[in-house]
């Protein structure tokens, strides 16, 4: 079974800043899937990137980067320049082919403020 | 964009009571999901299913749970009796392979309150 932490409870930024949101993972498998979800308050799950476990290059889109460490069993998610709209609830989410189902950590609340 | 859409966003219902929460997936998905979301908590795994069956489901998916696709576009869950414990934003997703490789679209949710 897989198992996600976002130790980061709740981070609070001021606008433009630059943010890191943490995610360390664990799974016996070697193929793998991780996920990022932001969820505002609004309630909806928002896709953010898919990454597999034999792609460990970063991927830049806009202000959002994600950096992918199979060492660490990492896969950071940084916020470039933050503002209030990326105010959220963000969930990472590894996938193992052996449940079908995405598993989700408890999630890092960042509110950026002006 | 293509999207999934869930009704009702919002059910009160009394505590024994049968829901049907609907969910009507992205027309060319295969694989169909519910998660639920307890207030302020993580997003939790209910059940996937796939080819009118259930591939995969949690230990929360107990037998007052049930899901069916009963006309090929609508996506069902069902709660036989619903407890306080049950209340919860309810979630349902779509994707076209299980591996999610455009992503898993997720509805907007059925908040669920049982009083």
């Known amino acids: 079974a897989q198992k996600v932490t976002q130790a980061q409870t709740e981070i609070s930024v001021v606008e433009k800043e630059d943010v890191t949101l943490d995610c360390v993972y664990e799974?016996?498998?070697?193929?793998?899937?991780l996920f990022w979800y932001k969820q505002p308050p609004s309630g909806e799950l928002v896709f953010l990137i898919r990454?597999?476990?034999?792609?460990?290059q970063n991927e830049i889109s806009g202000r959002y980067s994600w950096n992918f460490q199979k060492s660490t069993s990492s896969f950071n998610f940084t916020i470039t320049a933050s503002q209030v709209v990326d105010s959220a609830v963000y969930f990472c989410?590894?996938?193992?082919?052996?449940?079908?189902?995405?598993?989700f950590g408890t999630g890092t609340q960042l509110k950026v403020e002006l | 964009e293509p999207e999934v859409t869930q009704t009702p966003s919002h059910q009160v219902t009394q505590m024994g009571q049968e829901v049907i929460l609907r969910c009507v997936p992205i027309?060319?998905?295969?694989?169909f999901y519910w998660y639920r979301q307890i207030l302020g908590q993580k997003v939790e795994f209910l059940v996937s299913?796939?080819?009118?069956?259930?591939?995969?489901k949690s230990e929360i998916f107990d037998d007052q749970f049930s899901v069916e696709r009963p006309d090929g576009s609508n996506f069902t869950l069902k709660i036989r009796s619903t407890k306080l414990e049950d209340s919860a934003m309810y979630f349902c997703?779509?994707?076209?392979?299980?591996?999610?490789?455009?992503?898993?679209?997720f509805g907007s949710g059925t908040r669920l309150t049982v009083v």
């Open positions: 997703a779509s994707s076209e392979n299980p591996t999610g490789v455009y992503g898993y679209t």
């Open positions: 799974t016996r498998d070697t193929t793998y899937y």
């Open positions: 990454r597999n476990s034999f792609d460990e």
């Open positions: 989410a590894p996938w193992t082919g052996g449940g079908n189902k995405l598993t």
């Open positions: 027309s060319n998905h295969l694989y």
């Open positions: 299913f796939y080819n009118n069956e259930i591939s995969e």
